[in-house]
């Protein structure tokens, strides 16, 4: 389609179990473009604000990647896991009883601002040219550097042990399945992340985005208008 040819940005709310690929191909097969790129993954138990660019907008891909995002979602404290989300089993069960809704408000203060975080070895991120998470699938020791990130807004608006919900403002590169469990470790409880929901990117909101299934019907919809103005033969 020819709007899509030329260039558009798409804003979608992933589903939860859809990777960001995912979302990328049905765009490619809804609208029959095949330039088409996502400005920052999701992960599959993820959900929320997907941005898709194609055509010439792909070109706008890096500068949307660059911008602050806004996360909400939840940790589970009182064990951990490998893939410091529930990609895998818990263990290292711990306690929480004794802890206080003012101790866990009193945590978040060591991880605002500028802050080192280690990405977690189940990832993408690039180890001697291969993405970290297929050496650490295979139970290889994986070191990665800690990386300058700055988070700007860590709220906790709700505790209902063991779960707490949580609000991060924070810059691109920032994994929030690294602060579920360097949370944690701050608590001495062990925490992993439990619901992650991305709810904005620079200016776009998760509020502007359209489900897969509105986009198709969208597209439906400018299939039939265009339709009616072809010439009748």
């Not at 295979?138 to 209902?160: A, C, N, S, W, Y």
């Not at 924070?170 to 619901?195: K, M, Q, V």
């Not at 991305?198 to 299934?213: A, K, N, P, V, Y």
Request: charged share 25%; with cysteine.
């Amino acid at each position: 389609m020819q709007p899509f040819l030329d260039g558009q940005v798409i804003l979608l709310n992933k589903p939860l179990h859809w990777t960001s690929f995912d979302a990328v191909k049905k765009v490619r097969i809804l609208t029959g473009v095949s330039k088409v790129g996502h400005a920052g993954t999701l992960d599959p138990l993820a959900t929320g604000l997907l941005i898709i660019c194609t055509g010439a907008f792909t070109k706008r891909i890096n500068t949307f990647m660059a911008q602050i995002k806004e996360y909400t979602g939840s940790f589970t404290l009182g064990a951990t896991t490998p893939t410091y989300d529930l990609e895998s089993e818990p263990e290292n069960f711990k306690t929480y009883s004794a802890l206080t809704a003012a101790q866990i408000k009193e945590a978040t203060k060591p991880f605002t601002g500028e802050i080192f975080q280690t990405p977690p070895i189940h990832s993408a991120i690039k180890k001697d040219g291969k993405p970290a998470y297929l050496a650490a699938r295979k139970g290889e020791d994986i070191q990665l550097e800690p990386r300058k990130i700055t988070i700007e807004q860590f709220e906790v608006p709700r505790i209902e042990l063991p779960v707490v919900d949580f609000k991060v403002v924070c810059s691109t590169g920032t994994y929030i399945r690294t602060l579920a469990s360097d949370f944690g470790a701050h608590l001495g409880t062990g925490a992993y992340l439990s619901r992650l929901c991305r709810t904005r990117i620079g200016d776009f909101t998760l509020e502007q985005s359209m489900t897969i299934e509105q986009f198709a019907e969208k597209i439906r919809q400018m299939k039939e208008a265009s339709a009616e103005k072809e010439p009748k033969s």
